[in-house]
């Protein structure tokens, strides 16, 4: 482990805790990740606490970076809470150690300045990663429509003019929705084909429609449009638009702001996506529907550092990663009503396909310990791996109520944190001594 001070000078209560402080980061990276410190000096540091998982961007630590020499390397992985940075020489690496440890730093995502801790590594390895595809049949073009299109069609969806009894704007937990053509019904992801909605498809959106079957985007004219409005820190869950209910390609047209959709594989295997403001999205075949996609709920999104392409796949590579803050997006999704069952040629998630008869069974209680460790790995075990990529970012606020009461506690108190998650209330207070457990 490394020695940041000598122990011929006598600390500060201040120091003393610093390091103290430093000394358990070293513990958490190598538990966590595997990173070993240090005593050093290298040119080589970890930054914990300055990651991307801390709402920390690339700009902003680059920029703190850069007063203490040239930095040759910056590394940021996805969701993780440090960085790694390698300088041109030793004294410039020495001197941001000595300067950053204990730091507070500012960041967008929380009112709470988070603090930094930093030792010595004994090298930076920057890993190539392998290119992602995008999932078959699946399409992002870019600049479909001109900003003039888009001025016209957000102005549309925030009037009123066109909500009637049968088709009211409705506020979902994660977004507004309006529909048009046939009311989408959320208790059982279907439409009822034999009541369409007054009016059919808005006039605004025929040039549109024109355009994706001119291309091929689309082979039916869609006659079912959902609009929905996402404000930061909003999103949708994952899913797969129901077979029976809608035809073999579905179009989304992005609106106001840059997002990342998630597309993932039953699988396991993730492709995030960049859709930025005026694009078409095309979902097609396999993708449309073997693969789900959503949109985690954060205020942040991790995207490419630098400016090109603003289309396309998100790439895990740590040296050209940071941090982009969302915006409202509005996005204008059109569909195809089925007119008869699907026969796809993924019957394993084709509700038309699948056997009315196979429905889950009642539950029960485990008849063995064996059982019951088999519900917990499925319900609880695998619900958090599966969550586990948005985690951190989706739960970066501290609690209010809980910011208060740490407050009001005395110096020195001691402060067990059971169950404590990505550690958001560890920084609230610095003068309580906090133990906690994931």
């Given amino acids: 482990m490394a020695a940041t001070s000598p122990t011929s000078v006598k600390l500060s209560k201040g120091q003393k805790k610093m390091l103290r402080k430093q000394v358990k980061a070293q513990h958490v990276l190598r538990k966590n990740d595997g990173i070993a410190t240090v005593s050093g000096p290298t040119e080589h540091l970890v930054i914990a606490n300055g990651g991307l998982g801390n709402g920390v961007n690339r700009q902003q630590l680059l920029e703190v970076l850069q007063t203490f020499g040239t930095v040759e390397t910056l590394l940021m992985s996805p969701n993780k809470p440090y960085a790694l940075v390698t300088f041109r020489t030793i004294q410039e690496a020495r001197e941001a150690h000595k300067g950053l440890n204990g730091q507070d730093l500012k960041t967008n995502g929380s009112s709470q300045p988070i603090t930094l801790y930093v030792n010595f590594v004994e090298k930076v390895v920057h890993e190539e990663i392998p290119p992602l595809s995008l999932p078959p049949g699946l399409l992002v073009i870019e600049e479909f429509i001109s900003l003039a299109c888009e001025e016209r069609l957000l102005a549309f969806a925030d009037g009123n003019t066109h909500v009637t009894k049968e088709n009211v704007q409705k506020s979902l937990k994660h977004r507004r929705v309006k529909h048009y053509g046939y009311e989408f019904r959320y208790d059982n992801n279907n439409v009822d084909k034999d009541k369409p909605l007054p009016g059919g498809l808005p006039e605004i959106c025929g040039d549109i429609l024109e355009q994706s079957m001119e291309k091929g985007y689309v082979k039916f004219k869609p006659d079912q449009l959902t609009i929905n409005q996402y404000e930061p820190g909003q999103g949708i869950p994952p899913h797969i638009d129901t077979h029976s ?194």
Avoid at 261 to 282: E, I
Avoid at 334 to 351: G, I, L, Q, S, T
């Fill in 245 to 438: 209910p809608f035809e073999d390609g579905i179009i989304c047209l992005s609106l106001g702001a840059e997002t990342v959709m998630d597309f993932r594989h039953p699988g396991g295997h993730s492709v995030p996506v960049m859709l930025p403001p005026r694009s078409l999205l095309v979902m097609t075949g396999e993708c449309r529907y073997l693969w789900s996609h959503g949109i985690t709920p954060r205020k942040f999104d991790v995207v490419p550092a630098s400016e090109m392409p603003k289309t396309g796949i998100i790439s895990a590579d740590a040296s050209n990663l940071t941090l982009n803050k969302r915006g409202t997006r509005t996005s204008f999704t059109f569909r195809k009503v089925r007119k008869k069952p699907c026969d796809c040629a993924y019957p394993e998630v084709c509700d038309s396909q699948i056997d009315c008869k196979c429905t889950n069974p009642t539950p029960s209680v485990p008849a063995s310990d064996g059982d019951a460790s088999k519900l917990e790995h499925k319900y609880v075990h695998d619900v958090y791996d599966e969550i586990a990529c948005h985690f951190s970012d989706t739960r970066h606020t501290p609690w209010p109520k809980v910011v208060e009461f740490l407050k009001t506690l005395p110096d020195g108190a001691l402060v067990a944190d059971v169950g404590c998650g990505n550690g958001k209330y560890l920084g609230v207070n610095k003068d309580l001594f906090m133990r906690e457990t994931i």
